[in-house]
């Protein structure tokens, strides 16, 4: 995908100007300013993986742990080239916010590895896991760090972590450990509805924001960026809605059709292909062409930064419904309301899947298993509260979305400190 400019500006960066634009509004109490903008704990990793052919390669991971007055850190691990310290920093602070909105007892975390996974085989990939989670080693635990998957990390993923895990506990501590990673498979005691949990939660915020605006989804179009695990359950949920995909743009390109893209299919194609290119004979597009694509509704769901002072001119659509984190920087979303585009921010429009990772922990915690409808129920109505409490803020305060969502999480973590106090 490209990137308008020169030079990427710092994800953390962004991060901390949203964070201050809110803050200021908020009048955040300056002792508890100072301890949210920093990070708590930042661990990396260098570990050497023996690969299929013998040589060994080292490889550096990470695991930034932001807060955990709510509760234990929580946050996914990334496998990406674009791994890196500050990158991790802001995804992680992202994730404290998330979960305050959503008023989940978590914290905030995030980890990955720098690498390009495509480039590895199975077997590597697996020593290449299972060594990370071994360097993580006690900074990671059920009731400390809970990881879960992210980009380019599925269950397979965590299934290779929860077992290198249990493999360092005493016996007898085992079964009580399963809940050390959520985005389980579902025999492994993952929850149904984990993996369409983020894309689900998208299309509730989505089917919402139109009852609020008088806008009919059947006949509505929509282009998505980025078209994995959130992209493509995304697009897919939209489908039974009438709603008619029009563009989609991912690492390998991007493709248009008027007369509609087919989701299913689609995503059938990605699985095998690993990518949208060559879809159905379509003509590619180039990026300025795909966020030019005239549409109701865009879902950005690949990377960081892809909205900014360059690209946010191009978009001619209604509503932003951010399914990655950290799609807009804060100059895109001066555009953005500028020119009249509402948006559904990151912390609330992708909380759809810490949201069910909470579900997973409790269900692992309970020795219980929940049916589907119980899951996408307490999941919709929890993702309705907060939708309703942001946009009450924001219509209060008179301010965009993204900050009231910031001053809602704030003002919950602010309450918290000044309840428990600072030790000593």
């Not at 930034?64 to 080239?81: A, E, S, T, W």
């Not at 079964?175 to 579902?186: D, E, I, L, Q, Y």
């Not at 563009?247 to 990518?275: M, S």
Request: glycine residues 10%.
């Amino acid at each position: 995908m490209g990137q308008g400019g020169a030079q990427r500006p710092s994800v953390y960066d962004n991060v901390m100007r949203q964070f201050d634009k809110a803050a200021d509004l908020m009048k955040l109490d300056p002792d508890i300013r100072k301890i949210l903008a920093t990070t708590k704990n930042e661990i990396i990793v260098h570990f050497p993986v023996k690969m299929d052919d013998g040589t060994i390669e080292m490889f550096s991971g990470y695991r930034v742990q932001h807060n955990d007055v709510l509760g234990p850190y929580k946050g996914g691990l990334r496998f990406h080239p674009s791994v890196d310290l500050d990158e991790v920093r802001a995804l992680a602070t992202w994730m404290t916010w998330k979960s305050a909105l959503v008023d989940i007892p978590f914290g905030g975390a995030k980890g990955g590895i720098q690498f390009e996974p495509a480039e590895y085989s199975p077997r590597e990939l697996e020593r290449i896991t299972r060594r990370f989670a071994f360097s993580l080693g006690c900074s990671i635990g059920p009731e400390y760090d809970i990881p879960a998957p992210d980009v380019n990390t599925n269950p397979q993923i965590m299934a290779w972590i929860l077992d290198t895990y249990l493999s360092m506990m005493p016996p007898q501590e085992r079964n009580r450990s399963v809940h050390v990673v959520t985005g389980k498979p579902v025999g492994l005691g993952g929850s149904l509805g984990r993996d369409k949990a983020t894309g689900q939660g998208i299309v509730y915020l989505i089917e919402q924001w139109a009852k609020d605006s008088d806008f009919d989804l059947h006949g509505a179009t929509y282009t998505v960026q980025g078209f994995g695990n959130v992209g493509g359950w995304a697009a897919r949920l939209l489908k039974p809605h009438g709603a008619r995909l029009v563009a989609v743009e991912d690492a390998t390109g991007a493709i248009a059709n008027p007369e509609g893209i087919d989701p299913d299919k689609l995503a059938e194609h990605v699985k095998v292909h690993r990518g949208v290119r060559g879809y159905a004979r379509m003509d590619l597009i180039d990026h300025e062409t795909f966020l030019s694509t005239s549409a109701d509704l865009f879902i950005p769901a690949a990377l960081e930064n892809q909205i900014t002072a360059e690209t946010a001119s191009l978009l001619d659509v209604k509503l932003v419904a951010e399914g990655a984190n950290g799609p807009t920087d804060p100059d895109g979303d001066l555009i953005l309301e500028e020119k009249g585009i509402d948006l559904l921010p990151d912390v609330l429009c992708n909380a759809g899947g810490v949201i069910v990772s909470y579900y997973e922990w409790l269900q692992n915690k309970r020795s219980e298993f929940w049916e589907l409808e119980e899951v996408d129920g307490k999941l919709q109505r929890r993702l309705l509260v907060a939708y309703g409490r942001v946009r009450d803020t924001a219509r209060r305060v008179g301010t965009d979305w993204r900050t009231a969502a910031y001053m809602i999480a704030l003002s919950r973590l602010e309450r918290v400190y000044k309840e428990r106090g600072i030790f000593p």
